[in-house]
């Protein structure tokens, strides 16, 4: 059965550095997502994009963090300069028309 | 502004008990609700996904409802199972929105 992915499964980095992770959505997806969980908390909506542009973004989403799909598989969240608070789960999700929405197994990003 | 609250956070069952989840949403224009399982640092499985034109979906030993004009959702889960250890998940999609608004999740513990 098709699946999102998503690398790494878990990224330590230090405050102020930048962070890509990536994700691979199921392959005749149109449309993909970044939700973060921080720990003890809900899913958070960040961003949705579709047909190569940002559809729709919280307001979470602010300068530091932005999308890209370099190539017709990879979908990326890049965070320019990290902050202790962007400690999360972050999750890659992709849907077909919008619809019914398949979450990936999210990466765990630990700022120290 | 949807809002989607889940009671009770918790809750401890014996196996074999017959199970009834309960999501609410204070804004009834939905396009769809979908319900969740999340393992323990894992991601997010989807279970079900009801259309705002349905009123229930099953599959297997699972059954979701909606009701929009009250701003409700149920998720029966028949014959419990210490498998179906677990929190879940209800998030809805609101129109106009590409995004799903999540609850924070009901932690359910079947014991053997």
């Known amino acids: 059965e098709p699946e999102v992915t998503q690398t790494p499964s878990h990224q330590v980095t230090q405050m102020g550095q930048e962070v890509i992770l990536r994700c691979v959505p199921i392959?005749?997806?149109?449309?993909f997502y970044w939700y973060r969980q921080i720990l003890g908390q809900k899913v958070e909506f960040l961003v949705s994009?579709?047909?190569?542009?940002?559809?729709?973004k919280s307001e979470i989403f602010d300068d530091q963090f932005s999308v890209e799909r370099p190539d017709g598989s990879n979908f990326t969240l890049k965070i320019r300069s990290t902050k202790l608070e962007d400690s999360a789960m972050y999750f890659c999700?992709?849907?077909?028309?919008?619809?019914?929405?398949?979450f990936g197994p999210g990466t765990r990003l630990t700022v120290t | 502004k949807q809002e989607v609250t889940q009671i009770p956070a918790a809750l401890s069952v014996p196996e074999g008990e017959n199970l009834v989840l309960n999501c609410s949403f204070t804004d009834s224009a939905i396009y769809n609700l979908q319900w969740f399982r999340q393992d323990p640092g894992k991601g997010l499985t989807s279970l079900l996904l009801i259309q705002s034109s349905q009123r229930e979906q099953t599959s297997g030993r699972l059954n979701a409802s909606l009701d929009k004009s009250s701003g409700r959702s149920t998720l029966y889960i028949a014959a419990s199972q210490p498998g179906d250890s677990a929190t879940y998940l209800c998030?809805?999609?609101?129109?106009?929105?590409?995004?799903?608004?999540f609850g924070k999740g009901m932690k359910l513990t079947v014991n053997p």
């Open positions: 994009f579709y047909n190569n542009e940002i559809s729709e």
């Open positions: 999700a992709s849907s077909d028309r919008g619809n019914e929405q398949y």
């Open positions: 998030a809805v999609g609101t129109t106009g929105s590409e995004k799903l608004v």
């Open positions: 392959s005749n997806h149109l449309y």
